[in-house]
């Protein structure tokens, strides 16, 4: 399984580069994802967006896809 390095852990991910185990997550990782994706610093409205999807995912048992959702309406 390929594994990322984020905040100084190594994180296991699937071939498409999402965490395997949302019980790593933390959000010095966030802030990592989102540092090597070029986004320098959460605001509050990335966290608000982050607790959202993290929530509906605790209550559904698997992510939403949100990528598909985001694209929607172009």
């Known amino acids: 399984m390929p594994v990322a ?3 100084g852990r190594a994180v ?5 580069g999402f965490m395997t185990d949302s019980s790593q997550w933390t959000p010095d990782i966030a802030e ?8 320098a610093g959460l605001t509050s409205d990335h966290w608000t967006v982050l607790a959202l999807c993290r929530e509906e995912t605790a209550r559904r048992g698997f ?6 959702e985001v694209g929607k309406g172009r």
């Open 12 to 16: 296991p991910i699937d071939t498409d």
């Open 5 to 7: 390095h984020y905040a």
């Open 63 to 68: 992510p939403h896809a949100l990528g598909l």
């Open 32 to 39: 990592a994802i989102a540092a090597e994706v070029g986004i």
